[in-house]
């Protein structure tokens, strides 16, 4: 069984447009993030949930948008999208200490 | 918030010796640091990880260390191989539910 899945696992897409990454986790934990890694590797955490409460929101524009229907769930919604926004996006979900990461989404905005 | 300085950023060792990863941080609260490894193109997973009760860890040919006073801790794999080749991340843990601190990274290269 998967324990944090990402769809879709890559996005290609035009600069303006409004893109949506989703994050599922059956791990049964309170709180979900999400991370943006960028081509130096650095992982800048950006948004954290604990069921269904935003608890961080880091200094990130407010073209991106998370929504966490229920706390198995964390989507993470992109307006406007801009050249700099190419990444790869993981999601994550812990409950007391480990962080257990999804696959990843690469997003290219061309 | 938390500011997690990670050294070396780059590192290459022949296969059979060792390699050393240190992080120094600042906020005395911290009490749990993980280790993440990352292989390329896949996500970063927790490989060990060790509490602020504990200055030493060791699992197999890893092992890690940790020193309050000084507010460093540090990464030792031994003997390596080259499946050990990745980025690997230290973190620490911050006074925010969960929030894990990262550091920027190391990209270990081991050669034949």
């Known amino acids: ?21 989703k994050c599922e986790q059956n791990l049964g934990h309170d709180t979900m993030y999400w991370y943006k890694q960028d081509s130096k590797k650095f992982l800048k955490i950006m948004f954290s ?28 919604h992109i307006n406007s999208l801009e050249l700099g926004d190419s990444a790869v996006y993981f999601c994550a979900s812990s409950q007391t200490h ?3 990461f999804g ?4 997003l290219t905005v061309l | ?16 010796d060792s390699a050393v990863i240190k992080c120094t941080y600042s906020d005395s609260a911290s009490n749990y640091f993980p280790w993440y ?8 997973q927790l490989i060990i990880d060790i509490r602020s009760n504990v200055g030493e860890k060791k699992d197999q040919r890893i092992a890690v260390t940790l020193n309050m006073t000084s507010k460093h801790f540090s990464l030792h794999i ?4 080259r499946e050990v080749s990745a980025v690997y991340f230290c973190a620490l843990r911050g006074s ?17």
């Open chain 2, 78 to 81: 031994s003997e390596t191989h």
């Open chain 1, 98 to 100: 480990e962080q257990f």
């Open chain 2, 37 to 44: 490894k990352q292989e390329l193109g896949k996500r970063p």
């Open chain 2, 1 to 16: 918030g938390e500011n997690v300085e990670q050294h070396p950023s780059t590192l290459s060792v022949q296969e059979g």
């Open chain 2, 96 to 112: 925010t539910l969960g929030r894990l601190y990262f550091g920027r990274g190391t990209q270990l290269t081991v050669w034949p």
């Open chain 1, 49 to 76: 949930y604990n069921n269904k409460e935003l608890i961080i929101n880091e200094t990130v524009p407010n073209r991106f948008s998370p929504k966490s229907p229920d706390k198995a769930h964390l989507n993470l």
């Open chain 1, 1 to 21: 069984d998967t324990a944090v899945s990402q769809t879709p696992k890559y996005l290609v897409t035009q600069m303006g447009n409004d893109k949506s990454i």
């Open chain 1, 103 to 106: 696959p990843g989404t690469r």
